[in-house]
């Protein structure tokens, strides 16, 4: 118990661009995924779902990026354009969460987005867990029309966000956090 609360007040994200092999491997990855999925989830709908880039698929999704990157800014650099195609490439493996609410008699989407964004905190926590370092990335690509369909997301999907996990021989800096005493009241009537 005091090694998980130690995790947990220590965790950090690396910077995507900080992150190299090895990556999980693909037990490590099923593991990862498994306890992603265990999240809080009203009514159990499973109101998100993963797509995993790995090997040869990074590499073909970021010459995918850099088309898209084309068609939406004519004047666009040669450099604007390496830096898409190669925007997957920086970590060896990269885990879409898909948020997949649905209009439901009982249960409220927001309840469902929120479970979608439990599960990308799940994946940072398990990642830095087994010993990897993580980033939780949404960027344009995951907002762009013209992104969707390569995902093949539906009229009602959402990108949650890119989990990014790899190695790192970088200990990331703490951040400024907010202060506490600022944020907490309690109630009374």
Not at 21 to 49: C, F, M, N, S, Y
Not at 63 to 82: G, H, S
Not at 161 to 175: A, M
Request: hydrophobic share 45%; glycine share 4%; charged share 25%.
């Amino acid at each position: 118990m005091p090694d998980t609360i130690e995790l947990l007040l220590k965790r950090r994200s690396t910077v995507a661009a900080n992150l190299k092999d090895p990556g999980p491997d693909a037990e490590q990855l099923k593991t990862l995924l498994r306890i992603a999925a265990r999240v809080p989830d009203h009514g159990k709908l499973a109101p998100w779902r993963f797509i995993v880039f790995q090997g040869v698929a990074r590499a073909d999704f970021g010459r995918m990026l850099a088309d898209v990157t084309k068609r939406n800014t004519p004047e666009i650099t040669d450099e604007r354009i390496e830096l898409e195609a190669a925007r997957f490439m920086r970590a060896p493996v990269i885990i879409a969460v898909i948020s997949s609410s649905e209009i439901h008699p009982k249960i409220p989407q927001w309840e469902q987005v929120l479970s979608a964004g439990a599960v990308c905190q799940n994946l940072l926590v398990a990642a830095s867990a087994m010993g990897y370092a993580a980033q939780w990335i949404t960027e344009w690509y995951a907002y762009d029309e013209g992104v969707r369909a390569p995902l093949k997301l539906t009229e009602d999907e959402k990108v949650a966000g890119f989990i990014y996990i790899g190695s790192s021989d970088e200990i990331p800096e703490d951040r400024r956090r907010p202060n506490l005493d600022e944020l907490i009241t309690y109630w009374s009537d």
